[in-house]
């Protein structure tokens, strides 16, 4: 696939991160800013969390993508650079409204692992 649309212009606003994805008080950002901890994110540093996501966003193509009446929704699966460099394997949303020419972060989900099945012989 493609990369997201207008990559240098992409936001990632800072109330999506102190007040959602990095606020462990979020009624449904708690347990992401909990997952993102772990690898050495936090509020009180927003900076490394916008930076990474932008990294992210640049170095990986779209996986999926779809339409809203709102705009296009478009899906960036890979690995997200971490301030203890553990990189954390991530889907990160993000939204490009309709009129607008800059994608805007939405949200950032963590990716299960591949489950590894044993078959006795």
Request: charged share 25%; hydrophobic share 40%.
């Amino acid at each position: 696939m493609a990369k997201l649309p207008n990559i240098e212009e992409a936001v990632v606003q800072d109330a999506k991160l102190t007040e959602y994805l990095l606020n462990p008080a979020h009624p449904r950002g708690a347990a992401k800013a909990s997952f993102l901890a772990r690898f050495g994110f936090d509020a009180g540093r927003p900076e490394l969390a916008r930076a990474a996501f932008l990294e992210h966003a640049r170095q990986y193509d779209i996986s999926a993508s779809h339409q809203t009446r709102f705009g296009t929704i478009f899906e960036v699966d890979g690995p997200l650079p971490s301030p203890d460099s553990r990189n954390l394997d991530v889907r990160t949303v993000w939204m490009l409204e309709v009129g607008a020419t800059a994608p805007r972060l939405i949200t950032m989900v963590p990716r299960p692992r591949p489950r590894v099945t044993r078959s006795d012989p």
